[in-house]
């Protein structure tokens, strides 16, 4: 492991009589006091300005409206499997279609981060539950079948 270390030059000490070099590695440390007391010790938190607020709000937001496309993606995806018709004739895959997009419309310039947390994870809690559900709901038609087959 020594042979793939980079070297620096060499360091040289005199100590009253003595002089003493050191060959220094990368990995040793900090050259002066201050480098070491800035690396080890916990430094006050800067306080932020609106730009540098403005940036986290932008990347936060830009992490949940992320995660919200992938939630409607996902929605549109699960409603593939609803291909029946409701009592008006309408397939609830387009019934379900239209909902989602009112409930995101509706909660698109919404800014408080734990309002859009809760909506996603409601969101992801239904369209598991509804999967589940029609999960559920086929396994028990297919040995409806099958009993009534044999």
């Not at 408080?112 to 809690?125: A, C, Q, S, W, Y």
Request: charged share 35%.
């Amino acid at each position: 492991m020594i042979a793939y270390l980079r070297r620096c030059p060499s360091l040289t000490i005199v100590c009253g009589n003595n002089v003493v070099s050191l060959q220094r590695f990368l990995h040793n440390g900090p050259d002066t006091l201050e480098e070491l007391l800035n690396r080890h010790l916990v430094k006050k938190e800067k306080s932020l300005d609106d730009e540098e607020e403005e940036s986290l709000n932008r990347q936060r937001l830009t992490s949940t409206r992320r995660e919200a496309l992938g939630l409607y993606r996902d929605i549109l995806r699960a409603t593939r499997f609803f291909m029946w018709p409701d009592s008006r004739g309408i397939l609830w895959r387009d019934i379900l279609r239209e909902n989602a997009r009112k409930e995101f419309e509706e909660a698109r310039f919404e800014k408080d981060p734990e309002v859009v947390t809760r909506l996603l994870i409601g969101g992801r809690d239904a369209v598991e539950s509804a999967l589940e559900k029609l999960a559920e709901k086929q396994r028990h038609q297919i040995q409806k079948e099958r009993g009534d087959g044999r």
